[in-house]
């Protein structure tokens, strides 16, 4: 019996010298720790997760409305859809949240090698910007899209056509991609040389068309994928995936709950991208920036004529916004506000060192790019945001972003920015901005061709040419 047989034999049996043995029994012990401890991790955070989403389901129900709001600012009610406190209000004891938070960072920072906060350290823009513009002049050499074609006559040309007049609204993102594409030297006639296949339908025109409405959205899609796979070959090389449409509304994450499969195919290139529902792939999709269309150049403003430390107004659509409002709504130097202003818009955001972002209904809102234009560094308060550009810019080096938990404790975070790192931030706000905006005809590094840069980072390396059996399935 060979030397290995021998062993093998000795395990069978469980014959092990005592050194043998010692090993084994110390592994078993260590693997069995190691196990509980990554158990424990995962326990830990999903849970929480879970929470979030089931609380914030529970508490979106029952908010209340925008004329009680002043109601509610100053007194105790459990707000906090993050945390499960057993009926403590957690916005009670800011210090416990900063010590909690502290501790927090602490241990992943050690267990996983994580960071959180310290600008100084986030000075560059970009990840790395030399990569990002070899790839980019790649991307603008090659990229080619073909796009579904449709005419004027077709019943659904509002929705399936860019439109002819000026884009407003909130919204006002995916039909500007639509123009700008079109007027791109992305476009092919060609299917064979195309690398991405555009579906050209827009959500928010179809939200508002009778027709279909918001229930009939998910209906309108399949029906349009069965169109096109019984017209045209393209759809059944991949089954999808080299197809891709735009939303901006956040109706668009139910498009495809009719076409499950093609769901999980099809690239999607949202403003609502958030990591908690499964509608939504990082690795597959895309983030866009909800802006809201200006004219003219953007304005700049010093850094001295800036008085006010933060600023935010808005509807109150969720349990993070009535948190901020409730602790900072009476504060004279956070200026947080629901409902209409008296004053412009414009003039707050010029007037302020930082704005602020929360999440509403969903993670996106425009006021980042409003910020950006305005030249105002952005506050992130939206978990689970999937940025846009995220992996191309660095938001560290032109933003603040904030854990919900961490409301209590806003100002102190911002006051212990000092005016060299936030100098450092709004000069790269100021610098990232070009990408936050859009133009038609579109410009380089504008919001459309970054998010063409996008797409094509998700393009598939293998082209498949059509073959005369192709032209008839």
Same mark, same amino acid.
């Given at each position: 019996?060979?030397k290995?047989?021998?062993f093998l ?9 005592a ?9 078993h012990?260590?693997l069995a ?8 991790i ?16 529970l508490?979106?129900q ?13 007194q ?5 859809p ?8 957690l916005f009670?004891?800011?210090?416990r949240?900063a ?6 960072q ?6 996983f090698g994580?960071t ?6 986030n ?11 070899q ?6 050499k090659?990229?080619k899209i073909?796009?579904y074609?449709h ?22 993102s995916?039909?500007l991609?639509?123009?700008?594409l ?10 064979n040389?195309a690398d991405?296949?555009y ?13 279909i ?7 309108f ?9 019984r017209?045209?070959p393209y759809w ?10 735009v939303?901006?509304?956040?109706i ?11 769901r999980l195919?099809v690239?999607q ?19 866009m ?11 700049n ?5 800036r $008085?006010? &430390?933060a ?6 659509? /969720? ?5 901020? +409002?409730? %602790? ?7 200026f ?5 202003l ?8 010029l ?11 969903e993670v996106n809102?425009?006021?980042v ?7 105002c560094?952005?506050?992130?308060l ?20 904030v ?5 209590p404790?806003?100002? $102190?975070? &911002? ?5 060299d790192?936030? /100098? ?5 706000? +100021?610098r %990232?901005?070009?990408?936050f905006q ?8 504008d919001?459309?061709?970054?998010s ?9 390396v ?12």
């Amino acid at each position: 019996m060979g030397k290995s047989s021998s062993f093998l034999y000795q395990v069978s049996q469980h014959r092990f010298p005592a050194a043998l043995k010692g090993f084994f029994y110390f592994l078993h012990v260590s693997l069995a720790l190691t196990t509980l401890l990554v158990i424990f991790i995962y326990i830990s955070t999903t849970g929480n997760v879970t929470n979030d989403h089931a609380q914030t389901t529970l508490y979106l129900q029952t908010l209340p409305s925008t004329s009680s709001i002043s109601s509610l600012i100053g007194q105790t009610i459990p707000i906090v859809p993050f945390e499960n406190n057993d009926n403590d209000d957690l916005f009670a004891d800011p210090s416990r949240i900063a010590r909690m938070t502290r501790a927090n960072q602490w241990f992943l920072g050690n267990l996983f090698g994580l960071t959180n906060g310290n600008y100084t350290d986030n000075q560059e823009a970009y990840h790395d910007g030399d990569l990002f513009l070899q790839d980019y002049k790649q991307m603008n050499k090659s990229l080619k899209i073909y796009v579904y074609p449709h005419s004027k006559d077709d019943p659904f040309a509002n929705v399936l056509l860019p439109p002819d007049s000026d884009i407003k609204g909130n919204f006002a993102s995916e039909l500007l991609f639509k123009k700008a594409l079109m007027k791109s030297h992305f476009i092919t006639k060609d299917p064979n040389e195309a690398d991405l296949f555009y579906m050209p339908f827009s959500i928010s025109p179809m939200r508002t068309d009778p027709r279909i409405d918001v229930d009939g959205i998910p209906g309108f899609v399949k029906n349009y994928i069965s169109n096109i796979t019984r017209k045209y070959p393209y759809w059944n090389r991949t089954g999808g995936a080299d197809h891709f449409y735009v939303a901006c509304h956040s109706i668009g994450k139910i498009a495809f709950d009719k076409a499950f499969v093609a769901r999980l195919n099809v690239i999607q290139l949202v403003c609502s991208s958030t990591y908690f529902p499964s509608s939504y792939l990082p690795h597959k999709d895309a983030s866009m920036p909800q802006v809201w269309p200006r004219q003219g150049d953007p304005p700049n403003l010093l850094t001295s004529q800036r $008085k006010r &430390l933060a600023f935010f107004a808005g509807a109150v659509n /969720s349990p993070v916004r009535i948190a901020l +409002l409730k %602790v900072w709504a009476n504060d004279t130097e956070i200026f947080a506000h629901f409902g209409r202003l008296q004053t412009p818009y414009s003039e707050q955001l010029l007037g302020s060192k930082f704005c602020i972002h929360v999440k509403g209904f969903e993670v996106n809102t425009a006021r980042v790019a409003d910020a950006l234009y305005y030249g105002c560094v952005p506050i992130i308060l939206a978990n689970h945001y999937d940025l846009p550009f995220t992996d191309i810019l660095n938001w560290k080096s032109f933003s603040v972003i904030v854990h919900h938990i961490d409301i209590p404790v806003l100002k $102190k975070i &911002l006051q212990g920015i000092s005016n060299d790192e936030y /100098s450092m931030l709004q000069s790269n706000a +100021l610098r %990232v901005r070009k990408h936050f905006q859009w133009n038609v005809p579109p410009i380089d590094f504008d919001a459309f061709h970054m998010s063409m840069y996008e797409l094509w980072k998700r393009r598939s390396v293998v082209r498949v040419k059509l073959t005369p059996s192709m032209e008839f399935m």
